[in-house]
Each structure stands twice: as structure tokens, then as C-alpha cells.
């Protein structure tokens, strides 16, 4: 059996207190919080840097926790904070056009998460093909959902092909910065 990498942020905190862990659920929530409110304005869905943020906390906090990271996050905008684009907040957003992405996050940061704490993925092109899977999962449950809304075709025009591109670039950034941060955090964890 494949022996796991832990994530960088995972052992940063592994000898640490409780309080720690909950702070960096926090601090990550809202570090994707602010991905949101950098929009390219679309319809029905707007373009943000979510993804991107997304992808990081898969690479730099692992599964398990990515996953709270993302949960808290999404827990905060149903509550109606503005961690969503363009600051919006509420329960409206799990059930509208964008419900299919917010579920699609969660999946990504899991899938991603877990694929990145494989060894022989932690590399500049693994780990880039593991974020472009992430934007694909995102993608297809975003498309899913609002093709039951609009169409397959037309959720296909709105809701996947504008963010195509988008989706090579964020994960080639998002596979950079962790390439970078990954050995700095690891030299703060000893």
C-alpha cells in the first residue's frame, strides 16, 4: 500500500494545540472567502480566484482537513456571511445556479486533497494534472446542476466553456505556489 505525504499545513499542526488546527480552519476559510470577492463578472456564474484557493488548501492542508476547511467555509455563507462572490451570503446560493460548484468544491478539495498527500504526485506535472482533475470535478457538478436548470447545451456555453481556461491557469498556479510554499512550511514544522 501507498504510504501517504502528509500535507505541509497537516504538519505544521500535528504537534500543536487544538486551538491552532481551529484557527487554521478559520484563517483557510476565509483566505478562500477573499478568493471569492475577486470576481470576473458572468452569467449565471460569476469567474473568482474560489478554485484556485480551493486547489491550495487541497495541496497544503490534505483531505481531511481541506475538507473542514471548505465545509467551514461554506457553513459561514449559509449563514449569510459574504464568502461568496461578489460578497454574497445565504442560503439562496445552495439551491441556485451555482449550487452544483459549491458542492463540486468539496469534492475537489477531497479527491485533490488526498491525491496530493500520494508521494509520487507531489511533483510540478502530477500535481498539476491532480488540480486539473479538481477543476474538472468542480466543472461537472457545476454543469450538472444548472443543465437541470437551463439545459444541457446552455449550461454547457455559460457554465463550463468560458471557465476552461481559466481552469489550466489557476491550476498551474495553484501547483507553483505550492511547489514554493510546501518546503518553507516544512521547515517551520520541525
Given at each position: 500500500?501507498?504510504?501517504?505525504?502528509?500535507?505541509?499545513?497537516?504538519?505544521?499542526?500535528?504537534?500543536?494545540?487544538?486551538?491552532?488546527?481551529?484557527?487554521?480552519?478559520?484563517?483557510?476559510?476565509?483566505?478562500?472567502?477573499?478568493?471569492?470577492?475577486?470576481?470576473?463578472?458572468?452569467y449565471p456564474?460569476?469567474?473568482?480566484?474560489?478554485?484556485?484557493?480551493?486547489?491550495?488548501?487541497?495541496?497544503?492542508?490534505?483531505?481531511?482537513?481541506?475538507?473542514?476547511i471548505v465545509?467551514?467555509?461554506?457553513?459561514?455563507?449559509?449563514?449569510?456571511?459574504?464568502?461568496?462572490?461578489?460578497?454574497?451570503?445565504?442560503?439562496?446560493?445552495?439551491?441556485?445556479?451555482?449550487?452544483?460548484?459549491?458542492?463540486?468544491?468539496?469534492?475537489?478539495?477531497?479527491?485533490?486533497?488526498?491525491?496530493?498527500?500520494?508521494?509520487?504526485?507531489?511533483?510540478?506535472?502530477?500535481?498539476?494534472?491532480?488540480?486539473?482533475?479538481?477543476?474538472?470535478?468542480?466543472?461537472?457538478?457545476?454543469?450538472?446542476?444548472?443543465?437541470?436548470?437551463?439545459?444541457?447545451?446552455?449550461?454547457?456555453?455559460?457554465?463550463?466553456?468560458?471557465?476552461?481556461?481559466?481552469?489550466?491557469?489557476?491550476?498551474?498556479?495553484?501547483?507553483?505556489?505550492?511547489?514554493?510554499?510546501?518546503?518553507?512550511?516544512?521547515?517551520?514544522?520541525?
Amino acid at each position: 500500500m501507498q504510504q501517504l505525504y502528509v500535507a505541509p499545513l497537516r504538519a505544521f499542526l500535528a504537534e500543536r494545540p487544538a486551538a491552532w488546527r481551529l484557527g487554521a480552519v478559520l484563517a483557510g476559510s476565509w483566505v478562500i472567502a477573499a478568493s471569492s470577492w475577486v470576481t470576473a463578472p458572468m452569467y449565471p456564474v460569476p469567474m473568482t480566484l474560489q478554485t484556485f484557493a480551493i486547489l491550495l488548501v487541497a495541496g497544503l492542508a490534505g483531505a481531511r482537513l481541506g475538507a473542514a476547511i471548505v465545509v467551514t467555509w461554506l457553513a459561514q455563507a449559509a449563514l449569510g456571511l459574504p464568502f461568496l462572490a461578489d460578497g454574497a451570503g445565504g442560503l439562496d446560493h445552495f439551491s441556485g445556479p451555482t449550487a452544483g460548484y459549491l458542492a463540486g468544491f468539496v469534492v475537489a478539495v477531497v479527491v485533490c486533497g488526498w491525491l496530493t498527500e500520494m508521494p509520487r504526485l507531489r511533483g510540478w506535472a502530477a500535481m498539476m494534472g491532480v488540480f486539473l482533475l479538481g477543476h474538472a470535478l468542480i466543472l461537472a457538478c457545476g454543469w450538472a446542476r444548472l443543465s437541470l436548470m437551463i439545459g444541457v447545451a446552455p449550461a454547457w456555453d455559460s457554465g463550463v466553456a468560458p471557465f476552461l481556461l481559466g481552469s489550466v491557469l489557476k491550476s498551474l498556479l495553484a501547483a507553483a505556489v505550492i511547489q514554493l510554499a510546501a518546503p518553507r512550511m516544512r521547515s517551520l514544522s520541525r
